[in-house]
């Protein structure tokens, strides 16, 4: 009998076996997050008295990522994908269940006390709701100062105060903002305030968790321009966990496209959006409105059938075999498909997929099967509202 507190609770060892990983590209010194075979496995636990685990969610399941020094990594998927759990593992916040996560050479979990509080300095988060992450009893200048207190960046506020100045003059608001707490702010400003507090302990990675998805379209545009320019001044490295398309490919320069816990497909931000080669891609870059009705109307939609599975029971094989409209059976339904670089011409090392079947489909030698009936809604990955993806919307704004 299989013991129910045990980690595996999925039927075929061989289809789920974790994803091996060909690393190709990005290996080098200019890596500054390494993560190799990262899960973040949950327990779901029952009764009251026993407290027993009934099973798992796989919310991250085996994910190999680099980041580079002074690049955005944007890591974009439908809700539920496990894109913050895995920002969340690299920050070291959600300590993986299995893999590593070395930052700048350091494997966090490595660490303890003040080596851990030294390196966590390194790493930072912006939120999406800054009203939630900034304490309404703090005014801005003890938010600010919290952290630099800290990491004994200063010692008391009257000599950290130049500074404080300095970082909010980088995010665009004035001196006065100081004496001021967060309710006096829009929410655009409190997002400024938001980083400027993560600034403030001058960290080499941020970690921005749908840092304007609260935002109003016309704010969002100005706070991706500031994160952009912030980067460059303070040589900033990010990851931006995001679910809007539009946003993560304006700010990204490599983008990651999860589904159910793990990288579908990866690559530089121009080539996944002008060429996206995994099915689950190439559906959420169909249902993106394009503003020219011409090529709107011929363009290929690829609607999913179904809903995004359970991440608590994943599919054996490829995670997204139940909703591919390239399935071919049995492969798909029993090998999991590593991350790899495609045999396409034209297609660079550092694009990356996770099928068994990028060159056929692409080749045309495997065709999509008729969409069944009920069509899954991506609106989330829309914002809920289409303008947001066309020019019309943020990326107009600009
Ligand atoms: N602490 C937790 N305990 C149990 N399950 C969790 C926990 N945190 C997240 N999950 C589950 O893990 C899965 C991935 O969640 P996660 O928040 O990482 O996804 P996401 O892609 O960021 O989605 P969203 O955009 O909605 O936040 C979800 O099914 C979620 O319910």
Not at 36 to 62: C, L, M, N, Q, S
């Amino acid at each position: 009998m299989t013991d129910p507190t045990s980690e595996p609770t999925q039927p075929d060892e061989k289809a789920t076996a974790p994803a091996e990983t060909e690393r190709t590209a990005y290996d080098g010194s200019d890596v500054l997050v390494d993560a190799k075979g990262v899960k973040v496995h949950f327990p779901i636990k029952r009764g009251v008295i026993f407290d027993k685990t009934i099973g798992h969610v796989y919310a991250v399941d085996g994910v190999d990522l680099q980041i580079r020094r002074g690049e955005t990594y944007g890591l974009v998927g439908e809700s539920g994908c496990g894109k913050s759990t895995l920002g969340r593992a690299i920050l070291n916040l959600e300590p993986p269940t299995d893999g590593s996560v070395v930052f700048d050479g350091v494997d966090i979990a490595t660490l303890k006390g003040e080596e851990l509080r030294k390196k966590r300095q390194d790493i930072q988060m912006v939120f999406q709701d800054p009203l939630s992450s900034l304490d309404p009893r703090q005014s801005v200048e003890s938010l600010l100062f919290e952290g630099m207190k800290a990491h004994g960046i200063a010692k008391n506020a009257k000599e950290a105060r130049p500074r404080l100045v300095e970082l909010l003059n980088a995010v665009g608001l004035p001196e006065a903002a100081l004496a001021k707490y967060p309710h006096e702010f829009s929410g655009g400003q409190r997002q400024r305030i938001g980083i400027a507090r993560a600034l403030s302990v001058n960290p080499k990675l941020i970690v921005a968790d749908e840092p304007v998805s609260a935002l109003d379209v016309s704010v969002q545009a100005q706070v991706i321009n500031l994160l952009e320019d912030l980067q460059d001044e303070f040589g900033l490295t990010y990851l931006v966990v995001a679910h809007d398309l539009a946003v993560v490919r304006h700010i990204s320069d490599r983008i990651g496209v999860m589904y159910l816990g793990a990288l579908a497909e990866e690559a530089e931000a121009d080539d996944l959006y002008a060429a996206p080669l995994h099915p689950y891609t190439r559906a959420l870059m169909s249902a993106v409105p394009v503003p020219d009705p011409v090529i709107e109307d011929r363009r290929e939609q690829i609607l999913l059938t179904g809903d995004l599975p359970s991440p608590s029971h994943p599919p054996t094989g490829c995670r997204f075999h139940t909703r591919c409209p390239w399935r071919q059976e049995t492969k798909c339904d029993t090998e999991r498909p590593v991350l790899r670089v495609p045999e396409i011409p034209g297609v660079g090392q550092s694009h990356r997929v996770a099928c068994h079947w990028t060159e056929q489909i692409e080749a045309g030698e495997i065709t999509p099967h008729e969409v069944a009936p009920q069509a899954t809604d991506l609106s989330d990955l829309l914002d809920g509202d289409a303008s947001l993806m066309g020019p019309a919307s943020i990326s107009e704004a600009l």
